[in-house]
């Protein structure tokens, strides 16, 4: 029998209207959330109640959302009984979230105008919104405004992650108590943008690496302090997390973040994150380790349990602490007299009443100070090597590190210096930070203007003294910095028409390639002005010795090292690449996409340039 296709549908409907309530609930876990919230719930009385089932809800949480703000402490609702938690009222949070982000990541994208304010507005939401913004970097490559929309959600990204990083940073500050792979985690936020190696997932691996270690050796926990040393000394060996004296790890930029390493560790880490490493393992099972340094070198220092050696036996009358062990990460680990160390110190110290001081353990505080250092060295070690490149008039793609990559280090290592400045003196730290302010502000204007509630927080109460005049006149040259470039945040750009005399004496346009007729480097278009509209650019740099002197367009255009630069037309050759690789780290910041018909950027800023 044929039946109608209406009368189908209804008996479709009464067959499952008639199912068991486990058999219709266990279906709905295979449902969309979104058609169970919108339509299925609307249906009649028995579905509103079965969709609203807390364990229902609690399944389209964990299986929609990877990432969720400290906030929510969803570690401890999970834990705790279902039905004391509105989790459909969560779910409907985050949706909110994702739709909001979503709306202003694209007004990011069709204006320059009032970018800070939307990126703080997404910031709000915290680590709710990199879901969205990990799904629009992830936009297929045919996107009309791929570039743009990989590059703002990449740039709001990382302007979270160094809200965390600062804030975690802070509680060191303030004095509690973070876990070293944590702090030392925290470089890794300045450099991480989609990649996976949050600090969430840094203390999963080191978890898992301890799990591991549990199983290779089962009686652990009954081994004496020095025995549980020596196997995790073999263990780390075994898994390479241990290494030597070589140049090579410290030539790679990657080997100093201690996330990126777990994930790939290939090549031998550099010292002071071999330590971390081992001193987050200790930990978690049970020994007391820590990061021992003297000028220019670490250790890890074991101490024992209170009231006994390191083999576990009880201390003598009189006695007052056992002996620690002292490992030498520079040498596979292994251990090292106290002799010897005192040796090695009396180098550096001559007053053997100091020596105690190098011999006990660092503060996190100095771990991390001591990291920035060393990044701070490769960073300006690498870029000394990326000058010779051009020096030489060789591309900058032939060297291996990412010229982004590097500035962002770069800025991780500007904060931290200034957060962990030597506060053992003040008068020293204060120098020490007034140094770095300039260098932090010139930064801030140039490539993070997202990053001025960074600076309201975490520099502006060090200069808010008013009996300090020096401190008064920096807190005041700060905060006119940070209105100024909010005022220009602010305000629309100036609409630049191709219109006499501009589409007579304008040849190029926005998003062609070019090759500079001199200094050979390749770079991309970005701006134009009219000939003679920019004086005091040609009077500071002798424009007159320019064949065409100051009638000319001048253009201003993005270098492939990510600088930005002030072109006079006639240096320009256009060129018709079929990908300029070296162009693609910022031309979102600029381009929707490049065109491979056209071998140009289609222009992202119609704004200022409507007709480009």
Not at 64 to 92: M, N
Not at 281 to 294: E, Q, V, Y
Request: aromatic share 12%.
């Amino acid at each position: 029998m044929n039946l109608p296709m209406a009368d189908l549908q209804l008996l479709n409907e009464i067959n499952f209207l008639r199912l068991p309530e486990e058999v219709v609930q266990k279906i709905f876990f295979f449902c969309e959330p979104d058609d169970i919230n919108q339509n299925v719930m609307r249906v009649c009385k028995r579905l509103y109640r079965l969709v609203n089932e807390p364990l229902l809800w609690r399944h389209y949480c964990l299986s929609s959302f990877r990432y969720w703000d400290s906030r929510h402490c969803i570690q401890e609702k999970l834990c705790g009984p279902t039905d004391l938690v509105d989790w459909r009222s969560l779910y409907c949070y985050r949706k909110m979230v994702d739709l909001k982000t979503t709306d202003l990541l694209d007004s990011i994208l069709q204006k320059q105008t009032n970018r800070i304010s939307k990126y703080e507005a997404i910031a709000k939401f915290g680590y709710d919104a990199k879901e969205t913004l990990l799904r629009h970097i992830q936009v297929e490559e045919n996107a009309h405004d791929v570039l743009a929309r990989r590059y703002y959600a990449n740039s709001v990204l990382d302007y979270i992650h160094r809200i965390l990083a600062l804030d975690e940073w802070q509680k060191l500050l303030d004095n509690k108590s973070v876990a070293i792979e944590r702090a030392l985690g925290c470089f890794d936020l300045f450099i991480l943008q989609d990649r996976s190696g949050d600090l969430s997932e840094i203390s999963e691996i080191i978890d898992e690496i301890a799990e591991c270690f549990r199983r290779q050796y089962l009686s652990i926990d009954n081994l004496t302090p020095r025995a549980k040393v020596m196997a995790l000394v073999e263990f780390m060996g075994r898994y390479n997390f241990t290494g030597t004296i070589s140049n090579w790890p410290y030539q790679r930029i990657q080997s100093y973040y201690i996330g990126l390493y777990l994930q790939d560790p290939k090549c031998s880490p550099i010292p002071l994150i071999s330590v971390a490493i081992f001193c987050a393992i200790s930990r978690r099972i049970n020994l007391d380790a820590h990061c021992c340094g003297i000028p220019d070198y670490l250790y890890v220092i074991v101490f024992p349990r209170p009231g006994e050696t390191l083999d576990a036996k009880e201390l003598k009358d009189g006695e007052l602490d056992g002996e620690p062990i002292y490992l030498d990460p520079y040498r596979f680990l292994q251990e090292v007299p106290i002799q010897v160390l005192r040796q090695n110190i009396s180098y550096f110290v001559l007053n053997p009443s100091l020596h105690m001081r190098y011999l006990s353990d660092m503060s996190t505080a100095s771990v991390v100070q001591r990291m920035s250092k060393t990044i701070m060295a490769t960073v300006n070690n690498l870029r000394a090597r990326n000058e010779n490149f051009r020096a030489d008039r060789h591309s900058l793609t032939q060297s291996t590190f990412s010229t982004t990559e590097l500035e962002k280090a770069h800025y991780s290592a500007l904060w931290a210096d200034f957060l962990f400045a030597n506060r053992s003196s003040q008068q020293t730290s204060e120098v020490q930070q007034s140094h770095l302010v300039p260098i932090i502000l010139e930064r801030y204007e140039r490539y993070y203007p997202m990053d001025a509630s960074l600076i309201e927080k975490h520099i502006l109460p060090f200069y808010n003294n008013p009996r300090n005049s020096r401190s008064n006149q920096t807190y005041n040259q700060i905060v006119e910095t940070l209105r100024d470039l909010r005022n220009a945040d602010q305000t629309p750009k100036m609409i630049r028409l191709r219109r006499p005399p501009a589409n007579q004496n304008v040849r190029y346009k926005i998003g062609q390639v070019f090759r500079h007729k001199r200094y050979y480097y390749i770079g991309v278009i970005i701006g134009w002005d009219l000939e003679g509209e920019n004086f005091d650019w040609a009077f500071t740099n002798d424009a007159r010795s320019l064949l065409l002197g100051i009638y000319q367009s001048f253009y201003n255009v993005l270098v492939e090292d990510t600088s930005v630069r002030y072109v006079a037309e006639e240096n320009i050759e256009i060129l018709k690449p079929e990908f300029p690789n070296s162009l693609m780290s910022l031309a979102g910041k600029y381009f929707n996409r490049w065109d491979a018909e056209s071998h140009t950027f289609i222009s992202g800023i119609r704004d200022e340039y409507p007709e480009d």
